[in-house]
Antibody, heavy 118, light 110 residues
Framework: EVQLVQSGAEVKKPGESLKISCKGSGYSFTNYWIGWVRQMPGKGLEWMGIIYPGNSDTRYSPSFQGQVTISADRSISTAYLQWSSLKASDTAIYYC???????????WGQGALVTVSA | QSVLTQPPSVSAAPGQKVTISCSGNSSNIGNNYVAWYKQVPGTAPKLLIYDNDKRPSGIPDRFSGSKSGTSATLGITGLQTGDEADYYCGTWDSSLSAGVFGGGTKMTVL
């Protein structure tokens, strides 16, 4: 069974850094794009970016380019989403998303709530 | 403002049929496959339709998808209370080189 298990909820202050994770299992981690989708409180889904763990090729939405960093460690089948300096507007649920191909998410993680508040 | 346009809400009675539209342009829907996702509030989204009109294993044939030009449609027949959820369309945008979603449609079973 394909599974994506994300790290837990986080509470941070503005300006702090954060790295959340997503561990894939039940499939060949290096052969699928994996990425992140943001959902702000009460709002819709926003595609952030993807990485191909096989060669670390990474694509970002223009809206998120330079704001976050997506990475992966194929030795432990884990993808990451990282911020260097959080803002209150980063408060959201972040879903890990396996992509069967560009633009098609065929498996979702359970979501991780990130709260940024002074 | 989402790249893909969906109606904010739709509703219908149990047993009836409902359709949800998703409008884009030639950079996204016009030249790429469309997927549909169902999200029950408080849970992660789930894939409902892929490649415009295909259903993953376990998705009943009450759910259907179609695409024409730069628009796509999700159809749900025999509505059940368990179908109440938010529905999103998604695809790739070749100009943005990024995935895009619609703004979501809240579906209510009256």
């Amino acid at each position: 069974e394909v599974q994506l298990v994300q790290s837990g909820a986080e509470v941070k202050k503005p300006g702090e850094s954060l790295k959340i994770s997503c561990k894939g299992s039940g499939y060949s981690f290096t052969n699928y794009w994996i990425g992140w989708v943001r959902q702000m409180p009460g709002k819709g889904l926003e595609w952030m970016g993807i990485i191909y763990p096989g060669n670390s090729d990474t694509r970002y939405s223009p809206s998120f380019q330079g704001q976050v960093t997506i990475s992966a460690d194929r030795s432990i089948s884990t993808a990451y989403l990282q911020w260097s300096s959080l803002k209150a507007s980063d408060t959201a649920i972040y879903y890990c998303a396996r992509h069967a191909n560009y633009g098609l998410v065929d498996c979702w993680g359970q979501g991780a709530l990130v709260t940024v508040s002074a | 403002q989402s790249v893909l346009t969906q109606p904010p809400s739709v509703s219908a009675a149990p047993g009836q049929k409902v359709t949800i539209s998703c409008s884009g342009n030639s950079s996204n829907i016009g030249n790429n496959y469309v997927a549909w996702y169902k999200q029950v509030p408080g849970t992660a989204p789930k894939l409902l339709i892929y490649d415009n009109d295909k259903r993953p294993s376990g998705i009943p044939d009450r759910f259907s998808g179609s695409k024409s030009g730069t628009s796509a449609t999700l159809g749900i027949t025999g509505l059940q209370t368990g179908d109440e959820a938010d529905y999103y369309c998604g695809t790739w945008d070749s100009s943005l080189s990024a995935g895009v979603f619609g703004g979501g449609t809240k579906m209510t079973v009256l």
